[in-house]
């Protein structure tokens, strides 16, 4: 596979006709995360189905736009809708929308996503802030001929969330009341949820949380040297000895509760950062 860089400029300069003038921060909207979007000011909206060469999202809770706009005085482009293996895309698809927001300009990633508690001292309705991760998902989206076209073959991921960021977000949590787990993230290909047998194994590689996104965008974000964070609303508990049966809308629905603080913890993040 190739990175068609004709056709990621096309897509950046279509944005760009819009509107989306050189934003500074990228926002990843995960699983029933999509409420920080509507504390965008001036918004400017720009549906996948329009982006060249964009793809498109396939699941019901995820919006499918990206919206360009101020939040907190700064200039940000919020993806409401993100892509994933378990959809049928391949890495290249799901990662896609990152390269473009770093071809507008940003300066830093944020990311949020629902996930599976694996750590019992963890309980839903907590999040988690990703401190280091692990890639289950079968491959890498830096697996294709052409990638020395865009960064360094071979990325170092020692630290592949910006400490920086991340102890702001402990600084942020531990001022505002808020719990703030810290942790590891394992992601999988998913869409089907794990067995008991499954869980045992997560946790004893060392994984917090389990889900089904981030990791690619994040590996790719290393590529292209942006910093990142990421935050993840922990909506079950994956205890294999005590396991219930999945309720999909009971996920949506605690993703939905927690999140005004994960939008709390984004908004005085930005607030904070200087990107000069």
Known sequence: MILNEKQLAESTQYLQSKGFDKPEIGIVLGTGLGKLADEIENPIEAHYNHIPFFPLATVEFHTGKLIYGDFQGKKVVVMQGRFHLYEGYDLMDVTYPIRVMHQLGIKKLFISNA??????????????????????????????????????????????????????????????GITLQRGVYVSVVGPQL??????????????????????????????????????????????PDNLNPVNIQEIIEIAGNTEPKMVKLFRELTKQLSLT
């Open 115 to 176: 996930s599976g508690a694996l750590n019992l001292n963890f309980k839903k309705g907590d999040m988690m802030l990703i401190e280091d991760h692990i890639n289950l998902q079968g491959s890498s989206p830096l697996a294709f001929k052409n990638v020395a076209n865009f960064g360094d073959r071979f990325v170092d991921m020692l630290e592949p969330y910006d400490v920086d960021m991340r102890q702001k977000l402990i600084e942020i949590a531990k001022r505002e």
């Open 194 to 239: 794990e067995t008991k047998a499954e869980y045992r194994m997560l946790k004893i590689i060392g994984a917090d949380a389990v889900g089904m996104s981030t990791v690619p965008e994040v590996i790719v974000a290393n590529h292209l040297e942006l910093p990142i964070v990421a935050v993840s609303v922990l909506t079950d508990e994956c205890d």
